[in-house]
């Protein structure tokens, strides 16, 4: 590994702790990683004392142990979580602590034989203890950011034609590339970046967009448009992008990369019908070319080439049939250009337009993050306990804003934002 090469993973762990959640001098920091990551994650651990944490929580994760205990643990035990866990999280999220969590499958096949009910009891009951951690890290009390880091068997699911070692390195290559991390001044390339995505925002907001419509007219197996989906919004979306605000008002990237324009819907306002254009990983397990039909914001039939059981579980986890989520994405995207499939829901999320089943972001809404929720449910925010994206944007989609007013303005065409919308 050529020293030049080192110095970019280095400024990419500068990104993630200075960029991603604009840590401060005397925070906290949790990580989240896979064992996989341990290289990637001292270099992390390092920029984040260089930068004046008080402590740094390295919370390992293994998906081998996790796929052990599924496959030899009492089943009247699933859903267990210690009171400490519940402590820490209560500690972190009082003292304002930065969460960074990490992906990138060290074993990115670890569950596809374990039974998806078994995972949802688990998730199901534990979510119930953490319920109060998910809902204030989405209502962006703390900064919070997720990125990723390659490693040998992911990189092979990208590249299956290279070694081991090549895959690697050209994972690398591309995650240094699309994360503006192989830039000169990463941070200065972000700021542009953020300030091009929030163009797409205030057009959205200037217009008063109501009600988007993906539209492939591309003939499915049943010869009708293959998607021709409308979703509803809310009475006052707003329409975020690139970085956020946390609750002291400080800046923080929560996805890095992050090429999305996204907002939540309203979760009784969707009808027609939609494909998935890239995998997706329901409680782990990959699901291909899925179908879903929606009537009056529910999901009344789906079928999936691959992964139907892991579907089928999830539309059991209550609000899991509705949306919580619909983000816009540009194939011109440096990820899509790149014409890999990531396997990675982090990277493929950010090369097509994609829906989220489940639960939906405050900042979805104007002033959501001051909201209760109980008004965030009044005006029909989905307050599920899973959230699940899955990719719907192609490079032949049209979408479509219904305005305020009932009149139509056009988004995308051909999977591209129209002039007048980046300008």
């Not at 030899?72 to 400490?84: T, V």
């Not at 925002?201 to 993906?214: G, L």
């Amino acid at each position: 590994m050529t020293v030049d090469f080192l110095a970019q993973q280095q400024a990419y762990a500068d990104l993630i702790i200075h960029g991603g959640v604009n840590f401060q001098p005397g925070q906290g920091l949790r990580v989240r990683a896979e064992l996989g990551h341990r290289d990637f994650v001292r270099l992390l651990v390092a920029a984040a004392y260089d930068a004046g944490a008080r402590h740094v929580d390295v919370m390992w994760t293994d998906p081998i142990t996790a796929k052990v205990r599924f496959e030899h643990i009492d089943h009247d035990y699933l859903g267990y979580l210690p009171e400490f866990e519940v402590a820490r999280a209560h500690e972190q999220l009082d003292d304002r602590w930065a969460l960074v969590s990490l992906t990138g499958d060290e074993y990115p096949d670890a569950f596809e034989e374990i039974d998806p009910a078994i995972m949802r009891q688990d998730r199901l009951g534990r979510i119930q203890k953490l319920k109060f951690f998910q809902e204030r890290v989405m209502n962006n009390e703390i900064s919070w950011c997720v990125a990723s880091v390659p490693v040998a068997p992911w990189a092979q699911k990208v590249f299956p034609d290279l070694d081991a070692d090549s895959a690697l390195q050209r994972l690398w290559q591309m995650v240094l590339y699309t994360c503006r991390a192989d830039q000169p001044d990463p941070m200065q390339a972000w700021a542009d970046h953020d300030a091009n995505l929030k163009t797409v925002a205030a057009f959205m907001d200037r217009h008063q967009v109501r009600s988007i419509r993906f539209l492939d007219e591309t003939p499915g197996p049943d010869g009708r448009p293959s998607s021709d989906l409308t979703v509803g919004l809310t009475d006052a979306p707003n329409w975020s992008c690139g970085s956020s605000d946390n609750a002291e008002g400080r800046p923080f990237f929560a996805n890095i990369p992050t090429e999305e324009i996204f907002t939540s819907p309203h979760k009784d306002k969707a009808e027609g019908w939609v494909r998935t254009s890239k995998p997706g990983f329901p409680f782990e397990r990959e699901l291909l070319d899925a179908y879903f039909h929606f009537e009056n914001g529910q999901v009344v039939e789906w079928h999936a080439e691959k992964g139907q059981d892991a579907l089928d579980q999830m539309f059991e986890m209550p609000g899991a049939r509705q949306l919580g989520e619909l983000a816009l994405v540009d194939v011109r995207s440096p990820i899509n250009q790149s014409g890999l499939i990531f396997h990675n829901t982090l990277f493929d999320e950010n090369a097509a337009c994609h829906i989220a089943f489940g639960r939906a972001y405050p900042e979805g809404v104007k002033d959501g993050n001051k909201m209760t929720q109980e008004e965030l449910e009044e005006m029909g925010v989905n307050a599920a306990d899973t959230h699940q994206d899955l990719m719907i944007g192609t490079d032949t989609m049209t979408v479509i804003g219904i305005c305020v007013d009932g009149s139509e303005v056009l988004i995308m065409k051909n999977g591209m934002f129209v002039d007048e919308v980046v300008a």
